[in-house]
T-cell receptor, first 115, second 114 residues
Framework: AQSVAQPEDQVNVAEGNPLTVKCTYS??????LFWYVQYPNRGLQFLLKYITGDNLVKGSYGFEAEFNKSQTSFHLKKPSALVSDSALYFCAVRGGLEGYQKVTFGTGTKLQVIP | AAGVIQSPRHLIKEKRETATLKCYPIPRHDTVYWYQQGPGQDPQFLIS???????DKGSIPDRFSAQQFSDYHSELNMSSLELGDSALYFC?????????????FGQGTRLTVV
C-alpha cells in the first residue's frame, strides 16, 4: 500500500527566512508526487508535482520541491517565506503497482510564517 | 479557467437523514475522486470513477454510495447519517489519459450532522 509521512505537525519560520516542509513516501514502483496547499475553509490547491526528470521541481508561488529517490523524500522548500504562505500543506503520492489512480495524502503540516 | 464545482457548499442534516453531494468535474476530465476530510484530519480517499465505472474504492462506508453519470458529473449519496459523518467532502477530477496529470479539487461541501 502506498503511504506518505509528514513528520512535522507544524513548522514555524520567520518571514524572509527559507522554509522546508518535510515529506517521505512509500510506494511500489515509480512514484508520482504532489504538494497541495489548503487555506482555511478552502479546497486543496495544487502547488507542484514530480513525475520524472529533474529532481528539483519548481511550482507556484515560488515553491520548489526536491525528489530524493534514495531517501524516498520529497521536501517542499521556498527560499524566502512570506506571511501569506501560512497555510496547511499536504504531500501526496500516486502511482505504483496498485491503485495507480488513487492519490494518498499525508497528514498535513501547518506552516506558520511569523512577521 | 473552469474548475471543479461542488454543490451544495454547506449542508446541515439531522441524524438518520440522507444527503446527496454533487460534483461537476472540469470539462474533458473523465475521472472523479471523492475524499472526506474530518476536522484537523488529512483527506481520506472514499471512491473514484473513470468513464462512469467505479475504478477504486477506499474507506467509504456501506451507508454511502456514489455514481458517475453520462455527463461525467458525480453524486455521493449518504444515508442514515451519523454525527461522525460531519466533515468536509472534496471532489477532484483528472484527465486519466496521461499518468502525469494532477487532480484538481473543488472547494468542498461542508456537511454538518446534528
Amino acid at each position: 500500500a502506498q503511504s506518505v509521512a509528514q513528520p512535522e505537525d507544524q513548522v514555524n519560520v520567520a518571514e524572509g527566512n527559507p522554509l522546508t516542509v518535510k515529506c517521505t513516501y512509500s510506494v511500489s514502483g515509480n512514484p508520482y508526487l504532489f504538494w497541495y496547499v489548503q487555506y482555511p475553509n478552502r479546497g486543496l490547491q495544487f502547488l507542484l508535482k514530480y513525475i520524472t526528470g529533474d529532481n528539483l521541481v519548481k511550482g507556484s508561488y515560488g515553491f520548489e520541491a526536491e525528489f530524493n529517490k534514495s531517501q524516498t523524500s520529497f521536501h517542499l522548500k521556498k527560499p524566502s517565506a512570506l506571511v501569506s504562505d501560512s497555510a496547511l500543506y499536504f504531500c501526496a503520492v500516486r502511482g505504483g503497482l496498485e491503485g495507480y489512480q488513487k492519490v494518498t495524502f499525508g497528514t498535513g503540516t501547518k506552516l506558520q510564517v511569523i512577521p | 479557467a473552469a474548475g471543479v464545482i461542488q454543490s451544495p457548499r454547506h449542508l446541515i442534516k439531522e441524524k438518520r437523514e440522507t444527503a446527496t453531494l454533487k460534483c461537476y468535474p472540469i470539462p474533458r476530465h473523465d475521472t472523479v475522486y471523492w475524499y472526506q476530510q474530518g476536522p484537523g484530519q488529512d483527506p481520506q480517499f472514499l471512491i473514484s470513477f473513470y468513464e462512469k465505472m467505479q475504478s477504486d474504492k477506499g474507506s467509504i462506508p456501506d451507508r454511502f454510495s456514489a455514481q458517475q453519470f453520462s455527463d461525467y458529473h458525480s453524486e455521493l449519496n449518504m444515508s442514515s447519517l451519523e454525527l461522525g459523518d460531519s466533515a468536509l467532502y472534496f471532489c477532484a477530477s483528472r484527465q486519466r489519459g496521461g499518468m502525469n496529470t494532477e487532480a484538481f479539487f473543488g472547494q468542498g461541501t461542508r456537511l454538518t450532522v446534528v
